[in-house]
């Protein structure tokens, strides 16, 4: 492999053992690689990145493609796998998998797994992609209604590389209905994965594999599980965390890569006397040194041209005027604010709650009655910010809800402006009836950054929070745990939230970014009309 660029080595000492005691290659030695790429999410061409002050071009399948070929070109066999969540947003939506399937299969792809978002758009969106997908899609626990997407999903395939028999499952999240909401339903998981497992590397040992590899969307637990209690798994290849990590459990190799094609993840091994010996990891920058396939290169710049004009043309209309002014916004309730809220709600229906910060809608303008683009979703929402779940308690939240209810300033309140959320700190709600009375105490503490150091005052702005319910609504139970909807940028305690930097809060990715939830919630209910339900009250006049 040289003259690529790798990004750190690591090496786990001793000898593995392939899954069959009766295999057919225990006599075969051969130099193996395992090539990963997870969440790919529609990137099929170079991006800038931010890295440390510096800002970098990686990722794009033109450049997957050559140094995949550089790593096959100093092995004895080679697979290239991905780990779910190659399609993603308005790019999948535009041209339902084309470019992301052509580029895959030019990049020679043997195997992948279906992520949270394949479905986003419906099963059949998900079979035109598959129309252009000519490797195997894996997923024994993954049930589609649609016949045709049902029969190109396999619980298993067996490849033979250079002479080695590597049987490949697959496992789908068990959390599937938390973080994909198809569109026509028709998609399920059965959550009982380790049971599931047992039977499939039951079967691929009876069909004489040498390696059994688990290619899985399912979660960092659940593969550590799957090692700890279940013999015969050699390898498992995971895409739900995205995060990159590899580290051995038991007698099983677990490797994850991160997100966007930004690196070639390798693990590397020999297959000898039966074992796996000698394994190492790489994960190999996909920057400019790589090169880059040419007449793939082409075929995908060609594809984003096309988006970027398709990026102009009306996705739905909105019968009214939509308030994106900061006085509004910032201050209460308004049409728009509840729009992207309740658009965060209907693409994660098991969350209760969604809570969305004023300052991350701009524009700072009414956006008059008429076409609503691409384009327009991108300016009202320019920081296309990750949404996250997070499981927290009614406690929690009410903190939540005063420190968005202190990002309203009244003369004379009592509150220094660094003691405080901004004023893009406001929420607004999905999920919630809340009463603000701006007449008491808001909440005052001081920061140090993020850190909370010291609570000034509690507040007592919020009251009557109410949680909807079964088409009821319901009082908020401070002991109770709800989901709850953020993006990122609040997730990671910005705008005062302090109470996300708890570390014991279970917080999980979704993948999708606000713009492509608003336009797609947009998509599906044109002409939209929102109007203010009296979901924030206040008891004072501003």
Not at 6 to 27: K, L, M, P, T
Not at 179 to 203: H, K, M
Not at 292 to 310: N, W
């Amino acid at each position: 492999m040289k003259g690529l660029c790798f990004f750190f080595i690591c090496c786990v000492a001793g000898a593995f053992s392939g899954c069959s005691d009766s295999n057919n290659s225990q006599g075969n030695t051969a130099h193996i690689a395992v090539m990963v790429t997870g969440d790919l999410e529609s990137r099929i061409v170079p991006q800038d990145v931010s890295r440390n002050g510096e800002t970098l071009s990686l990722g794009g399948l033109a450049r997957i493609a050559a140094a995949s070929r550089e790593v096959r070109s100093a092995v004895d066999g080679a697979l290239l796998l991905s780990a779910g969540n190659d399609v993603l947003g308005s790019f999948y939506y535009i041209f339902e998998g084309e470019p992301e399937m052509q580029g895959m299969k030019m990049a020679g792809y043997d195997v992948v797994i279906p992520g949270t978002h394949e479905f986003d758009y419906g099963a059949a969106v998900y079979g035109n992609a598959l129309g252009f997908a000519p490797f195997d899609v894996l997923s024994a626990n993954l049930k589609v209604n649609d016949g045709a997407v049902s029969a190109r999903i396999l619980p298993y395939v067996i490849k033979e590389i250079a002479g080695i028999r590597v049987g490949i499952f697959g496992l789908s999240a068990p959390n599937f209905a938390l973080l994909c909401n198809p569109t026509g339903g028709g998609v399920q998981v059965d959550p009982d994965i380790i049971p599931i497992a047992e039977r499939l590397v039951t079967e691929l040992k009876l069909q004489a594999c040498d390696v059994v590899i688990g290619l899985t969307h399912i979660g960092l637990d659940w593969v550590r599980k799957l090692a700890r209690e279940i013999d015969g798994i050699d390898i498992v290849i995971d895409g739900y965390d995205r995060e990159p990590l590899y580290e051995a459990v038991g007698n099983t190799l677990i490797v994850q890569e991160g997100s966007g094609g930004e690196y070639l993840a390798v693990l590397d091994f020999t297959f000898e006397g039966g074992h796996i010996r000698n394994p190492s990891f790489e994960r190999i920058l996909m920057d400019s040194a790589v090169g880059s396939d040419p007449e793939i290169q082409e075929l995908m710049e060609t594809y984003m041209a096309a988006y970027e004009q398709g990026l102009s043309q009306k996705i739905g209309e909105s019968l009214v005027d939509l308030d994106a002014r900061e006085e509004s916004l910032r201050r209460g309730e308004t049409n728009l604010g509840d729009l992207v809220a309740d658009s965060w709600k209907e693409r994660f229906p098991e969350a209760d709650i969604s809570l969305v910060n004023s300052g991350s809608i701009r524009g700072n303008r009414v956006y008059p009655v008429g076409p609503l683009t691409y384009l327009t979703v991108n300016e009202i929402l320019p920081f296309q910010g990750r949404i996250m779940v997070v499981e927290m308690t009614g406690a929690d939240i009410l903190r939540v809800l005063e420190i968005s209810a202190s990002a309203i300033r009244l003369e004379g309140d009592g509150c220094q402006e660094d003691n405080r959320a901004p004023t893009g700190g406001f929420m607004q709600v999905g999920g919630l009836r809340i009463t603000l009375d701006l007449q008491n105490p808001c909440f005052c503490g001081r920061y140090s950054g993020k850190e909370l150091e010291q609570i000034i005052n509690e507040g007592s702005r919020v009251s009557n929070v109410s949680v909807s319910s079964d088409d009821d609504w319901v009082g908020l139970d401070p002991a109770e745990t709800y989901r709850v909807l953020v993006n990122a940028y609040i997730s990671d305690g910005g705008d005062g939230q302090y109470p996300f930097l708890n570390k014991a809060l279970e917080k999980i990715p979704t993948s999708m970014v606000t713009t492509d939830v608003l336009a797609d919630f947009i998509i599906r209910h044109t002409p939209i009309a929102p109007e203010t339900d009296g979901r924030i009250t206040q008891t004072v006049t501003q």
